[in-house]
């Protein structure tokens, strides 16, 4: 199987909207002059090299990497990886295959002579910097490398806020994910993703399909640049225009936790078994919105409030024997499992389950490299309410929520390793 070559897309900074262009410089170091501006949104960038930082810059410790892209005009030249997203067969860069497009700042690169494996158990990823704090200048401490536009040319993407209803206004979608949304070139997730829409954005709905196998209907939209593509449906929201093509909100669960930011997705078995988000620490997580039971929660023996995580004890991450550890919680940290009964899953999920034999199961949800617990075994927990604050302990590099779910259909299993045969994709129950 061939895999996609290795491309940028530049997210430029995902809170702060009004920076819609990033620099792009002769050389692997903001020392070197600013050759040329490139548009937040822009995809497609080839990889031509990476360098890690020629100045040793760094932030939280971890060293910037600048990638040389081949930019649209046939040049080349220099951007650093906090300001881009990368996907495709990124080994021979020391990257490995990135199969969903990934903030570059958190992967770990390797030598490229390295035989990259699977790391045997979860894998953690460092985050981002924090986003700014609201109602702050723009971060220039955290990205120094972007400056605000002065006059760009052309526009930056259309922003919109649904419109109220109108009864004869032409079908609509708006980009409900926080940080935006994948657009492919077919009507599900092996097709290729050909950009990436922000927040807000309105789209005129062509059509909607759903999709083969499937729980999500998939709405083929016109792209603010003038193409077509597909998005899935639970990445969007509709106003009343769309409710004649049967397109109303998904009915997922939200996010765990109000204030956060993505990092990284769920890759299947072989990869990264959940979703990160980057959050502050403390950050309170809460539990869904139906309620639930904690089967387990956990304190990690080696994480204390000094020596948190591996790095404390000079661990590398994802070491194999740490991850087999108990003491570490296999490198989870401090963690609670929250158990969501299947009749008050909603009924998308419960659907989706069934179209993967798992009809009736009970999903369990795990929220992993907490700070601290506020729950314990057996307890029942209200609606939304907080079970923890997001951490940095166990198999992790800096502050953020592993959320793994896993199903089963005994409502009482407390067996979280036996339940790794039915590692699902937390977007069946979550909103990003
Ligand atoms: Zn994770």
């Not at 020392?31 to 548009?39: A, E, G, T």
């Amino acid at each position: 199987m061939a895999a996609n070559p290795f491309v940028v897309y530049v997210r430029g900074l995902p809170e702060t909207p009004s920076i819609t262009e990033v620099n792009i410089r002769s050389g692997p170091a903001t020392s070197y002059p600013i050759v040329k501006k490139v548009l937040v949104g822009t995809g497609n960038l080839r990889v031509l090299e990476v360098r890690p930082d020629e100045q040793q810059n760094h932030f939280q410790g971890k060293v910037y990497q600048w990638f040389k892209l081949e930019l649209p005009d046939g040049q080349a030249g220099w951007a650093r990886d906090d300001l881009l997203e990368v996907s495709g067969d990124g080994s021979p860069f020391g990257y490995g295959v990135i199969q969903v497009r990934t903030f570059a700042f958190v992967l770990t690169r390797t030598p490229p002579q390295a035989i990259a494996t699977p790391p045997p158990m979860e894998v953690t990823v460092s985050t981002p910097p924090p986003p700014p704090v609201p109602f702050t200048p723009p971060p220039v401490s955290i990205s120094a490398d972007v400056q605000p536009p002065v006059v760009p040319t052309p526009p930056p993407a259309p922003v919109a806020t649904p419109p109220p209803a109108a009864p004869s206004a032409a079908p609509t979608a708006y980009v409900n994910a926080r940080d935006g949304a994948n657009v492919r070139s077919g009507p599900g997730i092996s097709f290729s993703t050909v950009t990436r829409i922000n927040r807000n954005t309105a789209l005129p709905i062509l059509a909607v399909q759903q999709e083969a196998g499937g729980p999500f209907r998939w709405v083929k939209v016109t792209l603010p640049t003038g193409g077509e593509g597909w998005m899935r449906e639970d990445t969007l929201r509709f106003d009343a225009s769309a409710a004649p093509l049967g397109l109303t909100q998904a009915d997922l669960y939200p996010a765990p936790m109000a204030d956060r930011w993505w990092v990284r997705g769920y890759d299947g078995p072989d990869g990264h078994w959940g979703w990160d988000f980057g959050a502050r620490t403390g950050e309170p997580v809460l539990a869904g919105p139906s309620g639930g039971l904690v089967i387990r929660s956990a304190a990690c023996a080696r994480c204390t409030p000094d020596r948190p995580s591996f790095k404390h004890y000079n661990i590398p991450l994802s070491d194999p024997t740490a991850l087999n550890d108990p003491a570490w919680n296999f490198g989870y940290g401090h963690y609670v499992i929250v158990r969501y009964l299947n009749e008050q899953l909603p009924a998308s999920t419960r659907q989706a389950l069934v179209s993967r034999g798992l009809g009736g199961a009970h999903l369990y949800c795990m929220y992993a490299h907490l700070d601290s617990r506020a729950v314990s075994d057996g307890q029942q927990v209200t609606a939304n309410a907080v079970i923890g604050g997001c951490g940095d302990t166990g198999n992790s590099e800096a502050t953020h929520l592993h959320l793994e779910m896993r199903a089963s259909t005994n409502p009482n299993d407390t067996n979280w390793a036996g339940m790794k045969k039915n590692l699902l994709d937390p977007g069946l129950l979550f909103y990003r």
